[in-house]
């Protein structure tokens, strides 16, 4: 087969970019892994940990139980929830960044994170739960799965009648989103203050919550929202264009927005209701990735994915470090930013405009 | 009539243009008084007519025994509520201001002036002075809570500032370097907050949603001031701020200094919210709202933009806190929620009834061929 240079040029860089996207995520899956037996526990050392991995993997529990508990039953489900977790973020981050066509949107811009954090706020300050369980995580979490849905919903409806351009779509959000915090704030106002307590520590995000029976959710529906978006890549890369154009090379530009904006709205909901609101992971995750692959959403979307991975599960490694236990939405935070203003200034000037 | 370009038709529809966003911002200027004699007269002694003569009366030095009855309404109407409105004037028009005029600087229609970490900073400032006793300046109790959101408020503008005259940014980095920070700081207030008892995590969190409660006339001085001189800059720097919208680029070729501009102007806005914010605790919605729901009404001409805005934010914000005493009085909700309850209904009805609002954003107007004939006299 004849290959003209251009194409031959085109398979080389795009070969390296996917190469480079599946080196990152083999790295964040050996840090997942290096991650189980990262703790601050005496007694609990490298041998042992090791010793609780093969006990399990050969089909028989540990002897100690509360070494087996930890390390098998805490620390594996974590380290498989934090990969899920920064990957979905970290596309619902790109996705959003491209369809609203914002830098600084991620996949709580239309209002995911305020109708959670709404819901989660209805069960624990006034005991309302929408599917009334009795079991306190439980009711926690289909509440806020359920109230995140909410903004994007009526985004969507009011987005159907109208001719809704980005910023339209992104105000919308953000009027809705107030909406719901002015909600919980009134709920604070009176709440006793355990409660209030009880909410911050949700908003902050943490993973101490993972277990066995409830990541695998978290990891199908990640897993196929990042499918579907991956599949309207190429559509939404024309769309980054503007509609106008998007519209004239044939692309169906509501119906992709429409559909883009859904999934990423459930997988952030599904996320949200396990983990709470990690922030940062999805607007730092694609910027980073955009620096290393460009802009072309079939190689930013698998490459924002790993970098999400990788920088949760490393993020993660620090709070089990700690003796204190900090939660990673703190860690994210406060090691993410500076990072990422350094990584900012030196690379990302030609990125964005 | 066949030559679009006469003269004559292009005078009257300048004058048309013009006419519309005058008429608008008087319309909110008397809006403005009105609301000043109402919140005035909900003061739960004395009626409307009464509120304001004991407001007037007092201006012309009028002065009661102490302990009657006059004393009391006077010191009801003078000594409580009317610094009370007058803060809410000074932090609505100046937030407004300031929303309008990030949003300019940035191009970006999420930009507010909290968008460069301002507002977590000063978070991080107060909390710290809440949670840990900790004050920059020495001073303990509320003082100590004032200066610290003042200076925790200036921190990350400051980086941002200092970033930018180091290196060449544009607007997108400087919007993501400013988020960035405020993470950051949010991320450090975080660490405290999770650390501390649940009763000092309640008083933080409450400090966060911006209240007009207990304003004395002594803080009303700093506010004042700073907002008045800062919008007085930023309506003066209105045409140029016009310019932004066509992009750095074009901006710098018709012979405005980019980079210097929007140091300058960004260090205008965050010392004027810092000041606001310090003393009310943080008013989310006005500034990142009112500028958009007025570009709908009138177009992005900041000239006109700027004043309206201001005339807008501070009735709002009267209007929001006059509610927040009236609807469960005696008891007082805090102003920055009704803010946002209010608000956001309205907000939504005016983005579905505006129907290409981005292009609105890009600057431009109804009569654009009118506009862009102005546009390059701007500086």
């Known amino acids: 087969m004849e290959m003209s240079a251009l194409e031959s040029l085109y398979r080389s860089t795009s070969n390296r970019k996917l190469t480079l996207s599946v080196c990152i995520l083999a790295v964040a899956v050996a840090v997942a892994f290096l991650s189980i037996f990262v703790n601050h526990f005496t007694g609990l050392s490298f041998s042992v940990s090791w010793d609780v991995l093969t006990a399990h993997l050969g089909g028989h529990d540990y002897g100690v139980y509360y070494y087996d508990l930890i390390v098998w039953d805490y620390f594996v489900p974590r380290a498989i929830m934090a990969v899920f977790v920064g990957a979905g973020l970290a596309v619902g981050g790109v996705v959003m960044q491209s369809m609203l066509r914002n830098p600084i949107a991620d996949p709580y811009t239309t209002g995911v994170a305020s109708g959670a954090s709404f819901g989660v706020a209805l069960y624990l300050m006034l005991g309302f739960a929408l599917i009334p369980t009795g079991n306190y995580a439980l009711s926690i979490t289909t509440n806020a799965i359920l109230f995140a849905l909410i903004p994007t919903a009526a985004i969507v409806l009011i987005s159907r009648r109208k001719n809704m351009t980005p910023t339209t779509t992104i105000l919308a959000g953000v009027a809705v989103m107030y909406v719901f915090r002015a909600g919980t704030s009134i709920m604070t106002l009176s709440a006793d203050p355990d409660a209030v307590e009880q909410l911050y520590m949700w908003n902050v995000g943490t993973l101490v919550d993972a277990r066995w029976d409830n990541i695998w959710i978290v990891a199908g529906v990640t897993a196929v929202s990042t499918a579907v978006v991956l599949s309207l890549s190429r559509y939404m890369s024309i769309m980054t264009a503007g509609d106008k154009s998007a519209k004239s090379m044939g692309v169906r530009t509501k119906v992709v927005r429409t559909v883009a904006l859904i999934t990423v709205a459930v997988m952030t909901a599904t996320i949200v209701g396990y983990v709470g609101t990690i922030g940062f992971m999805g607007l730092i995750a694609p910027h980073v990735a955009r620096i290393l692959v460009g802009s072309n959403l079939k190689y930013l979307i698998p490459c924002s994915a790993a970098c999400g991975a990788l920088i949760l599960i490393a993020c993660d490694c620090v709070t089990k470090f700690m003796v204190s236990s900090v939660p990673v939405g703190v860690i994210t935070s406060v090691i993410g930013g500076p990072l990422f203003i350094i990584l900012l200034i030196r690379g990302a000037k030609k990125v964005w405009y | 009539m066949d030559d679009p370009y006469r003269v004559e038709d292009l005078e009257e529809q300048y004058g048309r243009y013009t006419r519309r966003k005058v008429v ?28 304001l003569a004991y407001f007037f009366k007092h201006i012309f030095g009028a002065t009661y025994d102490v302990g009657t009855p006059e004393w009391v309404d006077d010191y009801a109407v003078w000594t409580v509520y009317t610094p009370r409105v007058l803060i809410a004037i000074i932090t609505g028009a100046g937030l407004a201001a300031c929303g309008v005029v990030m949003q300019a600087l940035l191009n970006n229609p999420l930009a507010d002036p909290y968008t460069t970490g301002l507002s977590d900073g000063a978070c991080f400032g107060a909390v710290a002075a809440i949670v840990m006793g900790f004050t920059f300046s020495g001073v303990a109790e509320s003082m100590g809570i004032v200066t610290n959101a003042f200076l925790g408020g200036l921190v990350p503008a400051l980086v941002i500032i200092f970033l930018s005259r180091v290196v060449t940014m544009s607007p997108a980095v400087t919007i993501l370097i400013g988020v960035a920070l405020s993470y950051l700081f949010s991320g450090l207030e975080m660490l405290m907050m999770v650390s501390t008892d649940a009763d000092t995590l309640k008083n933080a969190f409450l400090w966060q949603i911006g209240s007009f409660t207990d304003t004395a006339w002594s803080d009303l001085t700093i506010p004042f001031v700073v907002v008045a001189v800062s919008s007085a800059v930023m309506f003066a720097m209105s045409r140029k701020l016009n310019l932004l919208a066509l992009g750095d680029d074009s901006a710098s070729s018709l012979g405005l200094d980019v980079d210097n501009f929007r140091t300058l102007l960004m260090v205008v806005v965050a010392v004027s919210v810092a000041s606001m914010i310090s003393f009310s605790g943080i008013i989310g919605f006005v500034s990142l709202v009112i500028p958009h729901a007025i570009r ?25 806190d006059l509610l927040s005493r009236v609807v469960v009085y005696p008891d007082e909700l805090r102003v920055g929620l009704i803010a946002s309850i209010i608000g956001s209904p309205i907000f939504l009805y005016m983005i579905l009834r505006k129907r290409r609002y981005g292009e609105v954003y890009r600057w431009r107007c109804q009569h654009s061929r009118v506009c862009t004939g102005r546009l390059p006299t701007g500086s």
């Open chain 2, 296 to 320: 709908m009404l009138i177009g992005g001409d900041n000239r006109y933009l700027i004043p309206a805005s201001m005339a807008a934010g501070a009735v709002f914000l009267m209007v929001a």
């Open chain 2, 24 to 51: 608008l911002i008087a319309v909110l200027a008397v809006l403005a008084v009105v609301m000043i004699g109402l919140s005035l007269s909900f003061n739960g002694r004395v009626g409307f007519v009464d509120s």
